[in-house]
């Protein structure tokens, strides 16, 4: 058993119109063996009763303006605000599948020189077929306990805040903040753990234009963080068109190639030519286009039916899964 107890631990969560998602990731975390001391929302101008529900949850309430907003100025807003000295971070769209997930995250920096730790992520019945093959790419089924690679990613992860406080995040970058953060941490000697057993369902909801405005932003700040990293027409197209195939065979083996057909070159087009797009846009962006970056169109709604064959602990539309069975 770690010593997680030992530790005080804040979760800080960014949101922003999270109210058809932030109730059932604060009644997640809330169901954990390893409960939180703290968490920190950090909500930059939510119009609809994603505040409310948080306040109503307990949680402490960090704004910032839009204006002001960048992924990594709002993460280092509620670090600040955070008492922990381990920081749960997560995407207000997020929710935990096991009770155990905070014992397995918090219990990865029990081990020697580990500064960072991120989990799982998995799709549900929303989840275009192409993305859900992006997230089984980037994160697998074993744990990883000394990645080697300056990978994480902060809409499941977690720091420690002395690591945060020798560095912490690039506030002006567009994106990939947490690859950044860790690229930093490597090069001070720290470790990073991948944990696979903490995985959390990401929703992810969103239109062809708002995938490729993400693309986008994350190869604009890709661009800056890994030197000489370029990404010409040429090989766009023939990533895109390579992971159509790919994606059109796995679909087949899986008996889904008849509803992907459309999705799947529309997700890999948009993939592909918003990274294009933002390796050779000009490192000076101007107050508009962060804006669209930063503020896209309200996801829709939608729940996840329980995974079969797994025991729910409770209802209220949240499927928390018992880890020790």
């Known amino acids: ?8 631990i804040s979760a800080v969560i960014r949101a922003y119109n999270e109210d058809k998602h ?13 409960k939180l001391d703290e968490i ?3 909500d930059s101008g939510s119009t609809d009763d994603t505040v409310a529900i948080a306040r109503a949850a307990g949680c402490t309430i960090v704004p910032i ?6 992924f990594g100025r709002a993460l280092n807003r509620g670090c600040e605000a955070a008492s922990g000295d381990v920081l749960l ?16 995250m918090v219990g990865a920096f029990d081990r020697n020189r580990t500064a960072i730790a991120y989990g ?10 192409s993305e859900s093959r992006v997230m089984l790419k980037w994160f697998p089924t074993q744990n990883i ?28 970058l567009t994106g990939l903040e947490d690859l950044d953060f860790a690229k930093k941490a490597i090069q001070r000697g720290h470790r990073i753990a991948y944990i696979a057993d903490a995985p959390v369902v990401h929703v992810h909801e969103e239109t062809w234009n708002i995938t490729r405005n993400r693309y986008r932003r994350e190869a604009i700040a890709y661009a800056r963080i890994m030197d000489d990293s370029k990404l010409s027409l040429a090989k766009a197209l023939a990533l895109a068109l390579s992971n159509i195939v790919g994606d059109y065979v796995d679909a087949a083996k899986a008996n889904r190639l008849r509803g992907n057909l459309a999705s799947i070159p529309l997700f890999r087009s948009a993939q592909f030519i918003g990274a294009w797009e933002g390796f050779r846009q000009p490192t000076n962006i101007s107050t508009q286009l962060l804006e669209r970056f930063y503020y896209p169109a309200d996801r829709q709604s939608g729940e ?7 025991k729910i602990l409770y209802s209220d539309d949240v499927p928390l899964i018992h880890g020790r069975e």
């Open 40 to 42: 920190i929302l950090v």
């Open 1 to 8: 058993m770690s010593n997680e107890r030992q530790r005080r």
């Open 65 to 70: 303006a839009k204006e002001e907003f960048s």
């Open 89 to 104: 971070i997560l995407s207000a769209h997020v929710y935990p599948l096991y009770d155990t997930y905070i014992e397995q």
């Open 22 to 34: 932030i109730g059932r990731l604060l009644k997640g975390l809330e169901q954990q063996t390893v």
């Open 304 to 310: 996840l039916p329980p995974a079969p064959g797994r």
């Open 145 to 172: 306990w000394d990645q080697e690679h300056p990978f994480s990613n902060n809409a499941n992860a977690a720091i420690l805040r002395s690591t945060w406080a020798e560095s912490p995040y690039d506030e002006s």
């Open 120 to 129: 799982r992520q998995v799709g549900d019945e929303r989840t275009k077929f």
